[in-house]
């Protein structure tokens, strides 16, 4: 399954919702305000690291945002037209 995050986990409950709710072989993928949760050395990278989840970041959300540069290599920024394959490839999805 394909859970997508679009709030900054610093204002919302959703990703901590998504760790808690989704299984151990689901990915999921950070977009808009969620980019942040993927920063090196924040509190979030250990969490999502820890989770066992495959974590995918929007590149043109962190570039916006201009964090880019600071995405923690254990995730995997994709570009909109990896966004289109990871949805093709999950019938089933999740918008957190």
Not at 60 to 75: K, P, V
């Amino acid at each position: 399954m394909l859970h997508t995050v679009n709030a900054s986990p610093y204002a919302s409950s959703a990703l901590v919702n998504c760790l808690r709710y989704s299984e151990k072989h689901s990915e999921i993928l950070l977009l808009e305000d969620a980019v942040v949760a993927g920063i090196l050395g924040g509190q979030w990278q250990e969490k999502l690291v820890s989770s066992g989840r495959r974590i995918y970041v929007l590149q043109e959300d962190a570039m916006a945002r201009g964090i880019e540069h600071q995405i923690a290599s254990q995730f995997e920024l994709i570009d909109m037209e990896g966004f289109v394959e990871l949805t093709a490839r999950h019938v089933t999805q999740m918008k957190w």
